[in-house]
């Protein structure tokens, strides 16, 4: 059994080391250039750590064990991305100065690829964030402001806004921890779906928000990872059955088709083979000119490397566009809820000022 404090260790290591890994890598490559084996490299990372910063020397431990074990990509385990354990899976067997490209190469695009998760999360979590804060005001809304005004005046009394008002406050307030759960059962379903749902439906809702974030992010990084290896030598066959390896059922799923695809006879262009649903129309459009182009392997992998700040870009705005029409829909919806209070408030005046209301109920004596 392993010990527990080497265990939260050899994780808080690897979390500190995912946020600087662009440095790590360009280390390794570095030294790869320089024909210093990974594992001499290692072995000085270790026992730097030991005396410096104890709580990562699990992790380069664990590094060694699988350096020894001949896999740099299971070693770099909770550290690497898929996408980068898929080519440094792909690059370790064309020798070292193939992998020191590649180290070298990941180092550069790192910083924009952990731009682009950033932006999809930001763009996951605006939403739900405003979705939760204003669920929250219309409940205590519910709970606090309504039933005052009910002991002022019977609510079947209320102008019809306001009656609406009072049916919406007493479901909330029945029901209130059902809705809140099933809210919350709604979107772990939600999260545990985008890497994992797959089919003919799941094409179609990947055309529209919020889905079609996930689709931009994980088919920009199968472009990445595809031509990435392309550009160390592999095959575009190859490099497609090496990402099964690493990558989401999604991503598989989609994987699967284009390595169907492109064994069909009537397609002269591997760009073809991408109309699977993986990547957004423009970006099959620019797949299947770069197949067409003189040298497509180059032009492809240029496609690749330079789609990162694109797809960045086009995050953006996708997630700014669904963050301003939830603003709206919440805006409107507080608006109506304000509306029908104001409204049921001015009744009441008007009812205690012509006499026909009293303020509060009469209680019977004691």
């Known amino acids: 059994m392993q010990n527990p404090y080497a265990f939260i260790c050899l994780h808080v290591a690897r979390h500190q080391l995912r946020s600087?890994?662009?440095?790590?890598?360009?280390?390794?490559?570095?030294?790869?250039q320089e024909r210093v084996p990974l594992i001499t490299t290692l072995r000085k990372y270790e026992s730097r750590a030991r005396k410096r910063a104890p709580m990562s020397a699990p992790m380069y431990m664990a590094m060694l064990k699988g350096i020894q074990g001949g896999s740099l990509s299971q070693a770099l385990a909770g550290v690497a991305?898929?996408?980068?354990?898929?080519?440094?899976?792909?690059?370790?067997?064309g020798g070292d100065v193939v992998m020191a490209e590649g180290l070298l190469f990941m180092s550069e695009v790192v910083e924009?690829?952990?731009?682009?998760?950033?932006?999809?999360?930001?763009?996951?979590?605006?939403p739900l964030g405003l979705l939760s804060m204003f669920g929250l005001l219309l409940a205590l809304f519910a709970i606090n402001a309504v039933p005052v005004l009910a002991e002022l005046m019977p609510p079947d009394k209320w102008p019809p806004m306001g009656q609406t008002l009072y049916a919406v406050s007493t479901v909330m307030a029945d029901h209130g921890l059902t809705m809140a759960a099933a809210f919350l059962g709604l979107v772990g379903l939600f999260m545990f779906s985008l890497s994992r749902w797959t089919g003919p439906v799941r094409t179609v809702a990947d055309r529209y928000l919020p889905y079609s974030l996930y689709r931009d992010y994980a088919g920009s990084m199968l472009l990445i990872s595809l031509s990435s290896m392309m550009r160390a030598g592999v095959s575009l066959r190859s490099a497609l059955e090496r990402?099964?390896?690493?990558?989401?059922?999604w991503t598989r799923?989609?994987?699967?088709?284009?390595?169907?695809?492109?064994?069909?006879?009537?397609?002269?262009y591997f760009g073809q083979a991408f109309s699977t649903g993986v990547l957004n129309r423009e970006m099959e459009d620019r797949v299947q000119d770069a197949s067409e182009r003189r040298d497509p392997v180059d032009a492809f992998v240029r496609l690749g490397v330079g789609s990162i700040d694109r797809m960045v870009k086009e995050m953006e705005l996708r997630s700014g566009r669904l963050s301003s029409i939830m603003l709206v829909v919440c805006g409107m919806v507080l608006a109506l809820f304000m509306l029908?209070?104001?409204?049921?408030t001015m009744g009441m005046q008007a009812a205690i000022r012509d006499g026909n209301q009293p303020l509060t109920s009469p209680q019977a004596p004691k």
Do not use: C
Request: net charge positive; glycine share 6%; aromatic share 12%.
């Open 20 to 32: 600087r890994r662009g440095g790590f890598y360009f280390d390794l490559g570095a030294t790869l």
């Open 81 to 93: 991305t898929p996408s980068e354990q898929t080519l440094i899976d792909a690059t370790q067997g």
């Open 112 to 126: 924009k690829t952990d731009k682009m998760v950033a932006t999809m999360r930001k763009a996951a979590l605006y």
């Open 243 to 249: 990402t099964l390896k690493f990558a989401s059922p």
């Open 253 to 268: 799923w989609h994987v699967r088709r284009i390595l169907t695809n492109l064994s069909k006879p009537n397609n002269p």
């Open 340 to 344: 029908a209070f104001f409204s049921t």
